[in-house]
């Protein structure tokens, strides 16, 4: 199945600091989500990279996309205490309404 | 604010006793997901309607089975509980046009199975 792989499982940081997180896949994808889920919580939607692109901004969030690495790493500038939450990056394949969720890199930012 | 609402946010049933979540958007999205997500866990997809076409994960256990009577509503039927069900359900929404992706969750029911 299509589904991501999120590296590191968990990271602490202070506030300030940068926080990166990464996301691997297997097979071809249209396009790579990434949400944020806080503690007993829905998911957020934060960003969408399609193939096509390599980077993309929002706000403090940076994502990048190397598809001849199957790889996406999502980057956190200045974090604040309020970004502790689970993030979890969702591969999206060609033709398909489905999101195949990784399994999540858990951020605590200390204040 | 258009917005998917899930109802309860807390369930409790018995082992083996009947249960059903409720699911409502108000963002007319054709697309209406079901996720069960354990503690510390992803969340598993599994399954969803396309309008009124169901979809079923393969992998998903015959005890759940779903409806969805018009695009407003999708319900989660859990026929007999197991203590294994206990976890988190997550409704989702998303539209189907072109470079639209992203979906929209509730903020879940957590049931628990005593």
């Known amino acids: 199945s299509q589904q991501g792989e999120e590296d590191p499982q968990a990271l602490s940081i202070q506030e300030g600091e940068n926080a990166t997180m990464n996301c691997s896949y297997k097979?071809?994808?249209?396009?790579l989500q990434w949400y944020r889920q806080n503690s007993g919580r829905g998911l957020v939607h934060l960003i969408l990279?399609?193939?096509?692109?390599r980077e993309k901004h929002s706000g403090r969030l940076r994502v990048t996309l190397d598809t001849s690495k199957k790889s996406s790493s999502l980057l956190i500038t200045a974090s604040r205490a309020a970004d502790t939450a689970s993030y979890f990056c969702?591969?999206?394949?060609?033709?398909?309404?489905?999101?195949?969720f990784g399994t999540g890199t858990r951020l605590q930012v200390f204040p | 604010d258009a917005m998917v609402i899930q109802n309860p946010r807390y369930q409790v049933t018995q082992f083996g006793k009947p249960v059903t979540l409720s699911c409502s958007q108000t963002?007319?999205?054709?697309?209406m997901y079901w996720y069960q997500q354990k503690s510390s866990q992803a969340p598993k997809l599994l399954f969803h309607?396309?309008?009124?076409?169901?979809?079923n994960e393969a992998d998903t256990p015959d005890n759940f089975q779903s409806r969805r009577p018009n695009t407003s509503f999708c319900f989660l039927d859990i026929r007999s509980p197991g203590l294994g069900d206990a976890a988190m359900y997550l409704c989702?929404?998303?539209?189907?046009?072109?470079?639209?992706?992203?979906?929209?969750f509730g903020p879940g029911t957590r049931l628990t199975v005593t």
């Open positions: 989702a929404t998303s539209i189907r046009t072109s470079g639209s992706y992203e979906q929209y």
């Open positions: 097979t071809s994808i249209n396009n």
């Open positions: 990279i399609r193939s096509n692109e």
């Open positions: 969702a591969p999206s394949a060609y033709n398909t309404d489905k999101l195949i």
């Open positions: 963002l007319n999205h054709n697309v």
């Open positions: 309607y396309y309008d009124k076409d169901f979809n």
